[in-house]
C-alpha cells in the first residue's frame, strides 16, 4: 500500500500544484509587501479598526514568529499576524490582517461553517494520528494482509474526516476573505487598484485551500475504489 503507483502519482500530483500555487501566492505577497498602503496604516492598525467597526472589542491582536503564519484562533479569540504583517504599511499587510479579522466577524455572528470546522478539529487531529500511525506500520511492517480490509475501512474513515475538513474550510476562508474586501472598501482602506491588488492576493491564498481539498477528495475516492476492487475480488 506505502508504495502503490497510483497514489504516490496523486500525491506528486498535487504536491506540485501546490508548490506551484504556494510559490505564487509567495510573490505576490513579496510583490503587493512593495506596494505602499495610502492610508499608511499598519497591519496591526487596520486589524485594529476592523474589529472596531464590527463591534468586536475582545479580541487581542498579537505578533507572532515566520511568514504566512496568520491565522485567528477562536479559542483564545486572537488574531495572530506575522511579523511582516503586523507592523507592515502595505496591501498585503492591509489584505491578509483584514482576512483574519474576518475570521473574528465569523466567529462573533456565530458563522455556522466556522463553528462546524472549530467542533471536528479535535476529531481531524485524532484522523490524522491514525493516518500516521496506519503508514508507519504498513512500511515498517508490511500491512498484515488478513488485516488489509480493516485497514483500509479505517483509512476511509479517518481519510473522510480529513476531506470533510478541507471542504468546510473552503467557504470559511472564501467568506473571510468576503468580508475583509467588503471592509476594505467601504472603510477605504484599499479602494480602486489597491483593491484590486489585495483581492488577487486573497484569491492566492484560496487557491491553496482548494488544491488542499482537491487532494483530500482524490485520495479519499482512491481508497473507496481499491476497497471496493478488493471486495468484488
Known amino acids: ?22 510559490s505564487r501566492l509567495k510573490k505576490k505577497f513579496a510583490e503587493y509587501s512593495q506596494t505602499p498602503l495610502s492610508s499608511g496604516l ?7 479598526k476592523m474589529l472596531r467597526d464590527n463591534g468586536i472589542m ?8 515566520g511568514q504566512l503564519t496568520d491565522h485567528y484562533n477562536p479559542l483564545t479569540k486572537t ?15 492591509a489584505a491578509v490582517a483584514a482576512h483574519e479579522c474576518g475570521h473574528a466577524v465569523q466567529h462573533a455572528h456565530a458563522y455556522s461553517w466556522l463553528s462546524l470546522r472549530s467542533a471536528i478539529v479535535p476529531i481531524v487531529n485524532i484522523s490524522s494520528k491514525m493516518m500516521n500511525i496506519i503508514f508507519f506500520a504498513a512500511f515498517f511492517f508490511g500491512a498484515i494482509y488478513h488485516m488489509y480490509n480493516q485497514m483500509l475501512v ?6 473522510g474526516v480529513i476531506t470533510a475538513f478541507s471542504i468546510i474550510t ?13 471592509w476594505l472598501d467601504g472603510s477605504g ?5 489597491e483593491h484590486e491588488k489585495a483581492k488577487d492576493a486573497l484569491s492566492w491564498a484560496a487557491k491553496t485551500y482548494f488544491v488542499a481539498a482537491l487532494a483530500a477528495l482524490a485520495q479519499l475516492l482512491y481508497f473507496i475504489t481499491l476497497f471496493l476492487g478488493r471486495r468484488r475480488d
Open 170 to 182: 473552503l467557504p470559511v476562508e472564501l467568506d473571510a476573505s468576503k468580508r475583509a474586501l467588503v
Open 189 to 193: 482602506i484599499a479602494r480602486g487598484a
Open 79 to 93: 488574531v495572530n499576524l506575522s511579523n511582516e504583517v503586523y507592523g507592515g504599511r502595505n496591501i498585503a499587510s
Open 154 to 159: 479505517l483509512i476511509i474513515i479517518c481519510e
Open 58 to 65: 475582545d479580541v487581542k491582536i498579537t505578533s507572532v514568529e
Open 42 to 48: 499598519s497591519g496591526k492598525e487596520v486589524a485594529e
Open 1 to 22: 500500500m506505502m508504495f502503490d503507483p497510483i497514489l504516490m502519482a496523486i500525491t506528486i500530483v498535487f504536491m506540485g500544484i501546490g508548490m506551484f500555487v504556494s
